[in-house]
């Protein structure tokens, strides 16, 4: 598919919601709506999905193009909310007419809203897909193959030990464990995707750590994974530094930090100013005014083997964010565990 194929593509799915959106007549029906068309299953997701096909040279473009049809579509659906509200609050208070009690209770019902990791995940989506990126997903319940063998991780790593991780009661003994990072979705990824591939992954994982500020057992990451011919650790740095500037301003400083991770190499650590205190120093960072964001590298040649991939002829590199630790940055959070106490009055002020 080129550009001139996309934009057909578009024009034709916008002229349909045009179409369908002219005989919309309840709320019900707005959200079937939207449901067919922006969701993640809908139809601008399925053109989302296309962009692996394209040449690394049209994806930004044919990214901006997407996103620009995505918006307008959801703009125009927030945009007939409103009536369609009113028109279902003036049913409701003509079926309630004789019954004074059921107004009073139905006055107290606010409307509900995404959650903020929710929110957070798919702005960072929009933002990667802009950048020419697919998104990809796996299940939450994975093989030690598919969690630590084919990312290079031995079987004496401290992560495959059952302090730090949740192992499951099927199949052989210690053979199944709910993924402690979306890193298993890379492999399969490389494994059934046509080379090259640029695409990230979001979703939930799990890790036996101790809530406390920055930290929670269950928690959301988003990875990303790029494998072509000529990839180097510039383009990676290129990445992060365009991420960060889009996602934060250009207010927040970042730095990439040495580290060991067994499936990257060479390794880094990418952390950013600490929003909460500015860099001064505080509970959240631990004193340091940094907060560690997420790892990044170099895609391991072992990695690339355990896959089919020849690392003579190609190279990557992936890295990895914690959804909620940057929805904890970004909205200024002091303490993570706020996020899943399920609180409406914080809930609703974020």
Known sequence: MDLEELSSTLSSIEGEYRGRSAAVASLHDLETLRSEFVSKKGKVALVYRQLGAMPAEM??????????????????????APALEEAARQERLAATAGDPSALV??????????????????????????????VEEGPEVESEWYNFE????????????????????LGEEDSMVLRTHTS?????????????????????VFRRDTADARHTVGFHQIEGLVVDK??????????IENFTREYFGPDITSRLRPAYFPFTEPS????????????????????T?????????????NVFEAVGVDSEEYSGFAFGFGIDRLAQMRWEIPDMRVLTENDIRYLSSV
């Open 59 to 80: 994806r930004p473009k044919a990214g901006e193009l997407i996103n620009a049809l995505r918006e307008r579509i959801e703009a125009d659906i927030a945009a007939a």
């Open 105 to 134: 209770a139905g006055a107290r019902r606010g409307a509900g809203r995404l959650h903020l990791v929710t929110r957070t995940r798919i702005q960072l989506e929009d933002i990667f897909v802009g950048m020419g990126f697919t």
């Open 150 to 169: 084919a990312l290079n991780i031995p079987k004496y790593h401290p992560a495959r030990d059952g302090q730090d991780s949740f192992y499951l009661n």
């Open 184 to 204: 298993p979705v890379q492999v399969r990824v490389m494994q059934n995707r046509e080379l090259p591939i640029y695409a990230i992954m979001p979703g939930r």
């Open 230 to 239: 000529g990839i180097t650790f510039g383009h990676l740095a290129g990445t």
């Open 268 to 287: 880094a650590e990418f952390e950013i100013t600490c929003t909460i205190c500015k860099g001064s120093g505080c509970r959240t960072c631990s004193h």
């Open 289 to 301: 005014g940094w907060i560690e964001l997420g790892g990044c590298g170099m895609v391991h040649p």
